[in-house]
C-alpha cells in the first residue's frame, strides 16, 4: 500500500482539542431584564392616604435622568407595594410590584432577570407579547389586593375592566458596550423585531418606521418605543425614568379609553331621549333635567381628565418631558385625547341645544298665559264685569 494513502497518527492532545472546543459555549452578550406591565382601570378615584394608612405601602418618586438640579415629580404620588414572586408554569420565576395611581388606575409590574443572546430575546419577545396568561395572572392579583382596599376606592366599576398591558426589553450590559449609534448599526434589525414582537426579519420599510421613534440623552443609552413594546439600553437608574413614563403614558391611554366609552353611553342616551320625542312642545320640559345631568357629566369628565393629564408634572426636566411626549404618542394616548375632547365638545353643543329648547318652550308657555290672561279681562270687559 502507498505510504502516503496510510491514516495520519492522532497524538492525544490533538484528539481532546475538538472535545475542548465542543463543550465551550460563548458567554451571553446581553444581560438586563424583561418588564411586563399590566394595568386596569378600576374607578373613579382612590384615596392614596387612606390607602397607606390600610395596606402600610411606600410611595413612588420619580428618579433623574441627570445630575441637574431639575426634577420630574407626581402631582399625587402613587402608592407602590412590592409582590410576591410568580413562577410560571414554563419555570421562570417573576418579580413584582403593584403600584396604585389616584385617579382609579392599578399598575402591575412583572420583572424578569434575563441573559442570553440576540436570538433569545428576539424568541422570548415573540412568546411573551403573545402570551395572554399575564393578563389571568395579574387580574387575580388585583382583585385580592383592592378587596382590602375597598375603603379607599371611589365608585368602584362593576363587571370587568378596562385592561392595557405593554413589555420593556431593558438591557443594562451590552458585549464590547457600543454606543447607541453602534448598536443601531449593527443590530438594529434586531431591535425592530423585539420592539414588533415577531421572529422573522422584518422590511426596510417597517425597520426604519420602528427605529425612528427613539431618542437618547448620551451616546452610550437609546430607547426605542413602540406602541406595544420598548427596548431600552441604559444603565438601571437611567432606564429607571423611561419606565415610569411608559407606565404613566399607558395608564393615561387607560383613563381616556374609559373616558371615550363612557361619553360614547351619554351621547347615545341624549340621543334616544331626543329620539323619543325629547323635542315636542310640552315634553321640552322634561330636557332641564337631561341637560342637568348631561352638564354634570361634562363637568365631572373635564375634572377627571384634567386630573389624569396632569399627573406628572415636568419641572426643567426637559429630556423626560420629551420621552414623555414620544411615550404617549407611541401609545396612542393624543388619539383618543382628542375622542374625548371632541365627544365633550358633543355634549357641550347637546348641552346648549336642550337648554335652548327648553328656554324656548318656557318662553312659549308664559306667553300662552300672558294671552289667556288677556282673553279672560275682555270677556269679563264686554260683559260689563271688568276684573
Known sequence: MDRDLTTPTLSPADVEAPRAETRTSAPPALHGSVLVLIQFDVCEEIRLDELRRIIGARTQQLPLKNTAPSYVQYQRTPVVVTLDPIVLDSGERLEGQIKYFDYGVVSLVFELPFSGNWDDLIQLSCRWTSDTSFEAIATRIARQRLERAAPALVKPYKGDWLQEDYFIFHLREIEGSP????????????????????????????????????ISYYPNDLAVIGWNAAFIYDSPAGAETAIQLLQYANSQLLEFRHYDEFLTRELQDVYDFLDRGGTGLWSRWRTARAASKLHTVLLDVNELTERADNA????????????????????????????????????????????????????????????????????YFFKGHPL
Open 179 to 214: 454606543s447607541a449609534n453602534d448598536l443601531l448599526a449593527a443590530h438594529g434589525d434586531k431591535i425592530a423585531q423585539i420592539v414588533r414582537g415577531e421572529t422573522a426579519q422584518l422590511s426596510e420599510g417597517e425597520r426604519q418606521e420602528i427605529l425612528q421613534s427613539r
Open 312 to 379: 406628572i408634572k415636568f419641572l426643567s426636566d426637559m429630556f423626560s418631558a420629551r420621552l414623555y411626549k414620544l411615550c404617549a404618542q407611541k401609545v396612542g394616548v393624543p388619539d383618543y385625547k382628542d375622542l374625548v375632547q371632541e365627544k365633550l365638545q358633543t355634549a357641550e353643543d347637546l348641552y346648549r341645544y336642550m337648554v335652548e329648547q327648553f328656554n324656548q318652550s318656557r318662553a312659549f308657555v308664559l306667553e300662552l298665559l300672558v294671552v289667556v290672561i288677556l282673553i279672560i279681562e275682555l270677556i
